[in-house]
């Protein structure tokens, strides 16, 4: 770690602080704040690492980590949103409890408690953000998710792919994260997505294949002819479609041999 840059912008995410949060990994995040990292450095979003886990559920051990890191819950995001409303946007009471003693009083809250941040909150959510903003998290969040994917990290880009999808869902998020979770060997996860993927974008084939993919590791093989059947009328010709037609069309033959 002597040597090290733990500030270096390593990804489209940021630092490599920013991946270890994103990654959900305390031990990672422990070894670059001993090696210097800055908690409060913020990404290209204008995000600092404790906004970040604020702003999404699940994190609140990361947020407890980071403030007693030093990480400062009065630094907010591009659009002046302190990381206590960003826990209140979630309804986490158990997150702005820890950082309402530490947080300076916002003057748009007139009833400055922890009550009132989160009724606030919950009026606020109501405004939709602006959507240039929400569309500029998706694309550096997806070109995150790609980088990863393409070092076959294909976890960190499941994750990088939720992120985007949180932003601004599309079919081809949920079809790339479907990819990752079937890499994974998540076919639940993986159909679940597939199957938003053909709501959002019912005539394309690579919903239909992805759907057919996740079908084929849980060892459905009816529904997997079903899916690339339908991948089939819509993109003709296709021989990656048709190949695994044929597989799964023997394997519904002998199903026994899906395990030898």
């Given at each position: 770690m002597r040597h090290a840059k733990p500030n270096t912008t390593v990804t489209g995410l940021g630092t490599a602080l920013m991946g270890a949060l994103l990654y959900r990994s305390l031990k990672c995040m422990k070894l670059l704040i001993k090696g210097g990292a800055d908690v409060n450095r913020r990404n290209s979003l204008l995000v600092t690492p404790l906004v970040f886990a604020t702003g999404h559920k699940g994190y609140t051990n990361f947020v407890?980590?980071?403030?007693?890191?030093?990480?400062?819950?009065?630094?907010?995001?591009?659009?002046?949103?302190?990381?206590v409303e960003h826990a209140a946007r979630h309804d986490c009471r158990e997150e702005v409890e820890m950082l309402f003693p530490l947080t300076s009083p916002i003057p748009t809250i007139p009833n400055w408690s922890i009550d009132g941040i989160i009724?606030?909150?919950?009026?606020?959510?109501?405004?939709?953000?602006?959507?240039?903003?929400?569309?500029r998290t998706k694309a550096i969040m997806k070109s995150q998710a790609d980088h990863a994917f393409r070092l076959k990290d294909y976890k960190l880009a499941s994750k990088a792919y939720g992120v985007a999808i949180g932003a601004a869902p599309s079919a081809t998020l949920y079809a790339n994260r479907s990819l990752c979770k079937l890499l994974l060997g998540d076919g639940e996860g993986a159909l679940s997505d597939a199957l938003r993927?053909?709501?959002?974008?019912?005539?394309?084939?690579k919903a239909c294949y992805r759907q057919a993919a996740a079908h084929m590791l849980l060892k459905e093989y009816k529904q997997a002819c079903d899916a690339l059947l339908d991948a089939k009328k819509l993109d003709p010709g296709n021989t990656e479609v048709e190949r695994e037609l044929r597989k799964a069309r023997e394997l519904m033959k002998a199903p026994g041999e899906a395990d030898k």
């Open positions: 407890q980590f980071l403030l007693k890191a030093g990480a400062d819950p009065n630094i907010p995001d591009a659009y002046g949103r302190l990381p009724s606030h909150a919950k009026s606020e959510s109501a405004k939709p953000l602006v959507q240039s903003h929400l569309e993927c053909r709501m959002l974008r019912p005539n394309w084939a």
